[in-house]
Structure formats: C-alpha cells, structure tokens
C-alpha cells in the first residue's frame, strides 16, 4: 500500500511538465518593475518595503491589520521552531539521527557549545536558549520537534536521488525604483528534478522543485501564494533555472497543495504582489501624520 509520504515524494520529483524560458522571465521582471516603480514612488520619504508570503497573506485577508504598529522584537518558542526545526531534519537526512525526537537534544546543544566557545551564533538564538530555565527550553524543544516532524514524515526521504538542500537563505529581488522595495521568499526545501523525458541524473542546471510550510490552512489564494515564492527565485538570479513547481505544505491541516509553475502562473503572482503593494503603501500614507 503507498504511504501519503510516498505519494507525496513522488508528486514533488516527478519530471517537469512545465518551463519559464529566459526571454519570459525577463518580460515579466519589466513589467513588474514598470508596475511597481510608480506604487513605491508614493511611500513617505525614507520609507522601505519588504515584501513576504506572510505579508502578502495578510493584505488579503487582514488589511486592517497592516497599518498596527509592530510589537518590540522578543525571542519566543514560534520564533526559534523554524531554524532548529531545519536543523533538525538536516542531522535526519544526512543520517546522523533516525527521527527527529533524537536529533533535538544533540542539535542543540552543539548549537550553544559552539555560541560559548567562539561567541558565533548560527541561529542568534543560542544566548536567550542558554539563559532559559529547564522547563521553558523543554518547551522551545518540544515546538521545533513537532515543526520538524511533520516536515520529516511528509516525505520518503530514502527516495530521493540526492539529500534536499534543507533551509539556506531567503529569496530576495530588490526593486529598482525610487523607493526600497524588497520581495522574499523563504523555503525549506529545494529538490533536483528532470525536465520531462531527460534522465532523473539531470546537471546542476535542471530545475528545482521547491517546498513551503506553513500554518493553518491553504486559502483561497494559495495558489498565487505559492507561486510567489518561485517568482522571487526567478527574479532573484537570471542565470538559475525558474523552479518547475511549488509545494506547500499546511501540517496543520494535515494537506498539501502543488501548482506547476509557467509563465501564466508567474504572471498571475506578479499582478497579486502589484496589488498587494498598492495596498499596503495606500495603508502606509494613510497612517503617516501630515508633514
């Protein structure tokens, strides 16, 4: 009987069915720059945007909530599960540990070790972990095991050719316009597949399936969400392949959803982060006081 994991793993390599040529790539990157640039142009003076998938979110279901003043920054649970989560599933696939319950204890601690012997944090986080009592570094462990876990079973990772790049750095596309207007886009894994009919032992060049996890449950735009993120990576670097589809997982909601990117779904994300841009930059002159 085939596993969800196995179905799911299947459906994220299979060959690609769909491809965004250069010459696409770059049509919608002019138009994207000559739809924003005048938006951007409307923000305060000294004003920058940063554009992200939750961001986007919340422009289309809670626009209300964009102009509410943004909370100081304090380090919590939610804030730390993601990038020990990663880390976590990173000592699985590698096969350092077989699940990731064993591989929390470990991951951290070589974390903090390496923070108190060179004072180098790779997660920023390893100080407020290292003055927490027992009992709340339990519960910070507790919330990346279960992160990691429901990303760790959604796959038959034995069957992949070549261990995912797990994690690494953000999407990132600056707009040139008279304005900061950054795009980012943040993945957890990014899969090596072959174009349809080349073999599975592709070149480096081949493009990428690329996975998301989020909270809750897809809404309605979820398509358009999830295609934002290979929109990003195609802006980002002209000389990498644009990624062959999207996954996004919902844990949450026990579901995933795939969209195969082409140059109708690229177009289509573009044309939601230009109105999702006016949006916000409407909701940010709004709240500025008079000069």
């Not at 289309?60 to 993601?82: H, I, N, T, Y």
């Not at 894994?189 to 009919?197: H, M, N, T």
Request: with cysteine.
């Amino acid at each position: 009987m085939t596993s969800a994991a196995d179905t799911r793993t299947r459906a994220l390599t299979a060959p690609a069915v769909t491809c965004v040529t250069d010459d696409d790539r770059a049509r919608i990157r002019e138009e994207l720059v000559s739809a924003l640039a005048p938006i951007v142009e409307r923000l305060p003076r000294g004003e920058q945007m940063v554009v992200t998938l939750p961001l986007l979110r919340r422009a289309q279901s809670d626009p209300g909530s964009l102009v509410v003043p943004e909370e100081p920054f304090a380090w919590k649970p939610a804030f730390v599960r993601r990038s020990l989560g990663l880390a976590v599933v990173d000592a699985c696939a590698t096969g350092r540990f077989r699940a990731p319950s064993e591989a929390i204890g470990p991951v951290v601690a070589a974390a903090v070790a390496e923070w108190e012997r060179s004072g180098w944090r790779t997660f920023h986080w390893e100080p407020w972990f290292a003055g927490l009592p027992g009992g709340a570094r339990a519960v910070v462990e507790a919330n990346a095991v279960t992160w990691a876990t429901a990303l760790w079973s959604s796959f038959d990772w034995q069957s992949f050719d070549r261990v995912p790049r797990i994690g690494g750095a953000d999407d990132q596309w600056a707009c040139p316009a008279g304005r900061t207007l950054r795009l980012k886009g943040r993945t957890e894994l990014r899969v090596p597949v072959a174009a349809e009919g080349e073999p599975p032992d592709s070149p480096a060049s081949a493009p990428e399936a690329i996975v998301s996890v989020s909270g809750g449950g897809p809404g309605a735009g979820w398509a358009d969400e999830l295609a934002y993120l290979a929109l990003v990576s195609a802006l980002r670097s002209p000389s990498r392949p644009v990624p062959a589809r999207v996954m996004g997982l919902w844990p949450d909601a026990g579901t995933h959803r795939t969209v195969e990117i082409d140059r109708q779904t690229l177009g289509d994300a573009a044309k939601r982060v230009e109105a999702s841009v006016a949006g916000l930059v409407d909701s940010r002159r709004s709240s500025t006081p008079a000069s």
